[in-house]
């Protein structure tokens, strides 16, 4: 899977961008504030419909701009296809079109032009709250399991009915009406993320020989987000007082968990902040491999800021396996070493929101 041609208008302090980048790496490299990350949220928009920075599609927008819009061409080498994608932004209106037609769900987007993002945000992966660990699972379940989307919007649908019930100080009836499908979308979410988190353990475990440094292998702990030894139709029932008192469900897989043990402790407590950040990529590249387990091919990976904090045989293994996977890589730089970097296939300089393609 890879984009063939990207057209950028409005987005941040971007100028009017178009490329045509390569299939392998692609390196964008300048001074901070000159548009790199600007052209790697773009691509977001495409595949998601927001940025991997911020979650509102607004806060992108081009200063003295109300609009924006980001077009591209996405190949599909399994199924031998083309598809056309586009995303604008006016007014208080989204439109998201695939081969010219109007779409209703964005998920519909991050089919078909599917992106993992690597950033200074990924650390919170290891030191961050469980809401960007449960993103991680799920990210990797959309895209693998047919039918987890179905199951989490059932379960995303009980949620917010049980939850509206008890801010309205509803009868434990009409609370309770909610329990069932709660649980039985719940126990079957809690399900797939468990075996996820085996299969990612065991993909960890790969890379850290690969690179011979298991220093920074943690042991995965999923926490299903209610007590072990109960079913969530139990726990749901025995926590309606504190759900009450909350005035929100208080125990399901939305509060689930993995916790990242070295040793007795977890890893945000004992890695340095460069271990920290090796495992969050790793964790991504784990989320390439399994997507590419899967389809056959790789997703489009987007590379803010190559990290100074790895050392030379960890940069070496990170862009080996890059290659081996055969994914687009959108990789930014503030320093044009596309030259020391393994199998860069195309370099741009990136300059006061002006992107030019560098041929040596």
Same mark, same amino acid.
């Given at each position: ?28 490299? @300048? &001074? ?8 790697? &949220? %773009? ?13 509102? $599609?607004? !806060? ?23 598809? !056309?994608?586009? $995303?604008?932004?006016?007014?208080? /209106?989204?439109?998201?079109? $695939? ?19 690597? /950033? ?28 987890? $989307? ?7 649908? %009980? ?48 890379? %850290? ?28 029932? *025995? ?7 909350? %005035? ?10 993995? *916790? ?9 407590? +004992?890695? /340095?902040? @460069? ?58 730089? +503030?320093?044009? #070493?596309? *030259? ?9 300089? #990136?300059?006061?929101? &002006? ?6």
């Amino acid at each position: 899977m890879h984009l063939t041609r990207l057209d950028v208008l409005g987005v941040r302090n971007l100028l009017s961008v178009h490329i045509e980048p390569a299939e392998g790496i692609n390196y964008f490299y @300048g &001074e901070n504030g000159a548009g790199k990350t600007s052209l790697l &949220e %773009a691509i977001s928009l495409l595949s998601v419909g927001r940025s991997f920075r911020s979650g509102k $599609i607004t !806060t992108i927008i081009a200063n003295e701009n109300d609009q924006l819009t980001v077009s591209g061409a996405v190949t599909d080498r399994l199924r031998e296809t083309n598809t !056309t994608v586009g $995303i604008s932004r006016e007014k208080n /209106s989204t439109i998201a079109r $695939i081969d010219g037609q109007n779409i209703q769900r964005l998920s519909e987007l991050a089919v078909t032009v599917p992106s993992v993002a690597i /950033s200074a945000k990924n650390h919170e992966l290891v030191e961050g709250g469980p809401g960007e660990r449960r993103v991680f699972l799920d990210w990797i379940l959309f895209h693998v399991e047919l039918n987890y $989307i179905h199951i989490s919007k059932r379960y995303k649908t %009980a949620l917010s009915q049980r939850n509206a019930a008890l801010r309205s100080h509803a009868p434990d009836k009409l609370v309770e009406l909610w329990n069932g499908e709660l649980a039985e979308a719940g126990e079957a979410i809690a399900g797939l993320r468990r075996n996820l988190c085996e299969r990612v353990q065991l993909q960890l475990n790969n890379f %850290a020989e690969k690179m011979d440094n298991t220093d920074v292998l943690p042991q995965l702990q999923y926490r299903q987000g209610w007590a072990e030894g109960f079913t969530l139709a139990e726990s749901l029932e *025995k926590s309606l007082d504190n759900c009450r008192r909350l %005035a929100t469900t208080s125990t399901g897989p939305h509060r689930a968990d993995i *916790k990242l043990k070295v040793g007795s402790n977890e890893a945000r407590y +004992v890695h /340095s902040r @460069g271990q920290q950040k090796l495992l969050a990529i790793l964790l991504k590249l784990v989320q390439v491999d399994l997507y590419t387990q899967h389809h056959q091919q790789a997703p489009i990976l987007l590379f803010d800021d190559l990290p100074s904090e790895l050392d030379e045989r960890a940069r070496d293994f990170v862009f080996a396996y890059l290659q081996s996977c055969a994914v687009q890589v959108f990789l930014t730089g +503030v320093d044009d #070493v596309s *030259k020391t970097i393994q199998g860069v296939n195309k370099t741009f300089h #990136v300059k006061q929101g &002006e992107i030019e393609n560098v041929v040596y």
